[in-house]
């Protein structure tokens, strides 16, 4: 079974990453396993709670096919957990994609997997946080996509989970990618 990990902290952003998760769900016909830090339900930023199925620690990275990560003011509450940067170089060690949106690209700099890379967040979180990217370029684009890595403004969330299709090989030529790119806009066809 094709699986992402789909990893949520309190406070996440939650609009960030629907769009994503539907085409996740509804086109690449993966299942999402969702894990926190303890394993508790988290409430998102927009007030959505989410029901969370294991913990960070009990995860088999090697299972999972991408690791989705949102962005959201609860960034600094869990900056600070070793186990976050422990999968993060596990998951870019074994070359499992990892898609990092706004504030959460904190993490993986912190984990030091944008160390010579190109990325992206919003001005204010690369600002606030130049410690962490001190080895790594901020191109201030809507979004980066690399190799095995994605990184995204917080307000790019059409291109970030069309980006996340595109490098899962989700669509079937670039007609469905434009389409699907116009939809997450809400652009009519």
Not at 16 to 41: P, Q
Not at 77 to 101: F, G, Q, R
Not at 143 to 166: L, M, N, P, R, Y
Request: glycine share 10%.
């Amino acid at each position: 079974m094709k699986k992402i990990l789909f990893f949520a902290y309190p406070q996440y952003a939650d609009f960030e990453i629907a769009h994503a998760l539907f085409l996740l769900k509804k086109i690449g016909k993966y299942a999402i396993t969702t894990v926190s830090i303890d394993g508790s339900n988290v409430e998102s930023v927009g007030g959505l709670w989410t029901k969370v199925e294991g913990t960070l620690s009990d995860t088999n990275i090697m299972d999972f096919s991408l690791i989705l990560i949102p962005g959201g003011d609860g960034v600094p509450e869990i900056l600070n957990e070793e186990i976050i940067t422990d999968k993060l170089v596990e998951a870019y060690n074994l070359s499992i994609p990892i898609a990092s949106i706004c504030g959460s690209a904190v993490l993986l700099g912190k984990a030091g997997i944008l160390e010579g890379r190109q990325f992206t967040c919003n001005q204010g979180t690369f600002e606030n946080n130049k410690l962490f990217f001190s080895n790594s370029i901020y191109t201030g684009k809507d979004i980066e996509v690399g190799h095995q890595i994605i990184t995204a403004k917080g307000t790019a969330f059409a291109e970030f989970a069309v980006s996340i299709g595109k490098i899962l090989d989700l669509f079937k030529d670039k007609d469905q990618y434009d389409s699907l790119l116009k939809f997450c806009k809400g652009i009519s066809s």
